[in-house]
Nanobody, 117 residues
Framework: QVQLVESGGGLVQAGGSLRLSCAASGIIFETYVMNWYRQAPGKQRDLVAYITRSGTTNYADSVKGRFTISRDNAKKSVYLQMNSLKPEDTARYYC???????????WGQGTQVTVSS
């Protein structure tokens, strides 16, 4: 059974930082593309960043230069370092996994990030 468990969300003031973590089990972690998605109230789920098996990363334009995705295959974990947070970053953040790029088949329950102005 695949499990993705996110942690690290919370309430932060604009300009602050948070680090999200996601611990995976039930998959051969090093073979999976890992992604972070987010969903704000009333909006669709959008891709924030992904990291491939080889470590290639990609970011949504809205977070480039502020967010960094990384992975630790030994710990079966993926991280999202979020700096210079803005109120528009407020959303529920989901860790996801798939063997390929594209819409992921495995999703965590999400962790809430709220940025106050």
């Amino acid at each position: 059974q695949v499990q993705l468990v996110e942690s690290g969300g919370g309430l932060v003031q604009a300009g602050g930082s948070l680090r999200l973590s996601c611990a995976a089990s039930g998959i051969i972690f090093e073979t999976y593309v890992m992604n972070w998605y987010r969903q704000a109230p009333g909006k669709q789920r959008d891709l924030v960043a992904y990291i491939t098996r080889s470590g290639t990363t990609n970011y949504a334009d809205s977070v480039k230069g502020r967010f960094t995705i990384s992975r630790d295959n030994a710990k079966k974990s993926v991280y999202l370092q979020m700096n210079s947070l803005k109120p528009e970053d407020t959303a529920r953040y989901y860790c996801t996994a798939d063997p390929q790029l594209g819409w992921p088949r495995h999703w965590g329950q999400g962790t809430q990030v709220t940025v106050s102005s």
